[in-house]
């Protein structure tokens, strides 16, 4: 069991090492793509890196790189769901091919950015590059809804068939969320751009390690999700400064942690009473700067994301019965 732990540890550190070069390699080659010309800012809805003249070309090069790599993805998880279906430490040979399938499109689009630069998101609205995350952290909250609870360890009432179907397809969903945003960009080494294909690396590298033990690690599956508090506040600072509304993304995605994730993980009660104790201290003395008539930022997250979890929910729900009236 020693070695097990070890070795599952082992592949997740070389993950992390690995998503750490490669974010590297694309900062160097981003200093090729400063003369490229982009048009002005133009608000919250608008995504500043994309060509301002579009050829087929440039669109095609995104498009079919992304569909290429979504449909290997999901080809190496069913035939892993079909031929294999026992977890193990070490890597079985798909986990492998998958590793090095993505590493080829990584590259692929890198060659694809220097060559073409556009990404998706010349077609394609931002919030849905947005969505697709919010959507993944969501499908957790309720695929792991009864094993760790939904709020305080309070589990939601939703049925065992709508948990079972979260965790069959999961590795669909995750897959599609993780390599639609890693095509949505092009490869730039803006910072926000660095941490977020850091962030996407490591969903890679998730989605390489099916039926291994290293992919239900419980502190490493936490940590991909406590994630996106450090890459929403950062970029939120970069884009609006220490004013704007990096607290709303950093308390807010911090409190789905206290009040849901830190609870999966086997930390004593004590703590757990620490940590939520450390967190209203934060936000208190935050929001005494930015003023309490704000603070209603802190619960804007967490309410859309419970919320997404019932209608989730309802919507699996229905499918499966829609499904099995279709049968009969």
């Known amino acids: 069991m020693l070695n097990e732990t070890r070795a599952g540890r082992d592949v997740l550190v070389w993950g992390v090492v690995a998503s750490a070069l490669l974010t590297g ?15 002005p800012d133009q608000g919250a809805s608008w995504y500043y890196w994309k060509l301002p ?13 992304y569909a290429a790599h979504q449909l290997v993805s999901w080809g190496l998880i069913y035939h892993a769901q079909t031929r ?17 399938a993505n590493g080829g499109f990584i590259a692929l689009h890198a060659l694809q950015t220097q060559l073409f630069y556009d990404g998706l998101a010349q077609d394609v609205s931002i919030f849905s590059s947005q969505g697709s995350v919010v959507l993944l952290l969501v499908w957790v909250l309720l695929m792991e809804n009864r094993r760790r609870g939904l709020v305080l360890t309070w589990s939601a009432p939703i049925s065992a068939q709508v948990v079972s179907f979260a965790r ?9 969320a993780a390599i639609y945003t890693f095509w949505y960009h092009p490869m730039e080494s803006s910072s926000g751009h660095l941490i977020g294909f850091f962030y996407m690396f490591l ?34 600072v970069m884009n609006s400064g220490p004013n704007g509304i990096w607290p709303m993304f950093l308390f807010g995605f911090v409190a789905i942690f206290v009040l849901t994730q830190m609870h999966g993980v086997g930390l004593s009660t004590t703590a757990r009473w620490w940590i939520g104790g450390t967190f209203v201290v934060a ?4 929001y005494s700067w930015r003023g309490f008539g704000k603070i209603d930022e802190v619960v804007r997250i967490p309410a859309i994301e419970y919320l997404l979890v019932a209608v989730l929910a309802l919507l699996i729900w229905a499918g499966i019965r829609l499904t099995a009236l279709v049968r009969r």
């Open 53 to 65: 003249d579009p050829t087929f070309w440039t669109r095609a090069s995104a498009w079919v790189g």
């Open 203 to 236: 969903l890679l590298v998730q989605s390489s390690l099916m039926f291994t033990r290293a992919h239900t690690n419980r502190w490493w599956t936490m940590t991909l999700e406590l994630m996106v508090a450090v890459h929403g506040t950062l970029v939120a």
């Open 25 to 39: 390699l694309v900062w160097l080659l981003g200093q090729r793509l400063h003369g490229i010309a982009l048009l």
């Open 168 to 176: 069959r397809y999961h590795g669909y969903l995750f897959s599609w």
């Open 283 to 286: 936000a208190l003395a935050v």
């Open 84 to 100: 294999i279906r026992r977890y193990t430490s070490g890597l079985h040979r798909v986990n492998y091919t998958a590793l090095a």
